[in-house]
C-alpha cells in the first residue's frame, strides 16, 4: 500500500544553518510530490514540488531533492531563519486513479536564535 | 493568505448534533478538497469535488457528507457527532481535477464536541 513517513519528527537547528528535513515514500508508481509548511493555528501552506522525472527543483532559499531509487524526498532550508519554525510536511500523489494526496505525519522545525 | 476562506474558525457542540462548515475557494480553482487533521491521524484526506461534481473519496465517515455549488463554494456536513469527531477540518482548493498540481489551504475549522 502507499505511505509516506518522515525519518525525523523534530529538527532543531541554529538561525543562519542550512536545514534538511527527509522523508521517505513507499509507492513506486508517485509520480508528484509536495512540500507543506504549516504554523501554528494555521492551514498548510505549500513550499514547493516536484514530479517524477526531475530529481532536483530550486525555489526561493528551499530546494527539493527527489531520489527515486531508494524513494527518498528531501527538503532543503538555506539560511534558516526564525520564521521557518513549523510543522514540514511531505506529501505523494500516487498516480493512476489514485486521486489523492497522502500526507506525512511531519517534522517540526525549529529555528533558535 | 492562501485566497481559501473557511468559516466559522471555530466550533462548539455536543454530542448527537449535526454542523455544517463552509469553504470558498480560491478564485478560479474548479477543486475543492477536505481533509480532516487530529493529533493522532494526522491529515487525512475525505473528499474532492470538481466543478460540482463528486471526484474523490477518501476516509469520509457515512456520517459526513460534501456538496459543492454553482459557485463553487463547498460545504463539509457533520452529523450524529462523536467525540472522535473533535479535529481540525480543512479544506484546499486547487485550479484541475488531477492531485498533481498544489493545493492551496484555507485556515481550517476547528471543531471541539464536548
Known amino acids: 500500500g502507499e505511505s509516506v513517513g518522515l525519518h525525523l519528527p523534530t529538527l532543531s537547528v541554529q538561525e543562519g544553518d542550512n536545514s534538511i528535513i527527509n522523508c521517505a515514500y513507499s509507492?513506486?508508481?508517485?509520480?508528484?510530490f509536495i512540500w507543506y509548511k504549516q504554523e501554528s493555528g494555521k492551514g498548510p501552506q505549500f513550499i514547493i514540488d516536484?514530479?517524477?522525472?526531475?530529481d532536483k527543483r530550486q525555489g526561493q532559499r528551499v530546494t527539493v531533492l527527489l531520489n527515486k531509487t531508494v524513494k527518498h524526498l528531501s527538503l532543503q532550508i538555506a539560511a534558516t531563519q526564525p520564521g521557518d519554525s513549523a510543522v514540514y510536511f511531505c506529501?505523494?500523489?500516487?498516480?493512476?486513479?489514485?486521486?489523492?494526496?497522502?500526507f506525512g505525519k511531519g517534522t517540526l522545525l525549529t529555528v533558535n536564535p | 493568505d492562501s485566497g481559501v476562506t473557511q468559516t466559522p474558525k471555530h466550533l462548539i457542540t455536543a454530542t448527537g448534533q449535526r454542523v455544517t462548515l463552509r469553504c470558498s475557494p480560491r478564485?478560479?480553482?474548479?477543486?475543492v478538497y477536505w481533509y480532516q487533521q487530529s493529533l493522532d491521524q494526522g491529515l487525512q484526506f475525505l473528499i474532492q469535488?470538481?466543478?460540482?461534481?463528486?471526484?474523490a473519496k477518501g476516509n469520509i465517515l457515512e456520517r459526513f457528507s460534501a456538496q459543492q455549488f454553482p459557485d463553487l463554494h463547498s460545504e463539509l456536513n457533520l452529523s450524529s457527532l462523536e467525540l472522535g469527531d473533535s479535529a481540525l477540518y480543512f479544506c484546499?482548493?486547487?485550479?484541475?481535477?488531477?492531485?498533481?498540481?498544489?493545493?492551496?489551504f484555507g485556515d481550517g475549522t476547528r471543531l471541539s464536541i464536548l
Open positions: 509507492n513506486s508508481a508517485s509520480d508528484y
Open positions: 516536484i514530479r517524477s522525472n526531475m
Open positions: 506529501a505523494e500523489n500516487s498516480g493512476g486513479s489514485n486521486y489523492k494526496l497522502t
Open positions: 484546499a482548493s486547487s485550479v484541475g481535477r488531477d492531485s498533481n498540481q498544489p493545493q492551496h
Open positions: 469535488y470538481y466543478n460540482g461534481e463528486e471526484r
Open positions: 478564485s478560479g480553482d474548479l477543486s
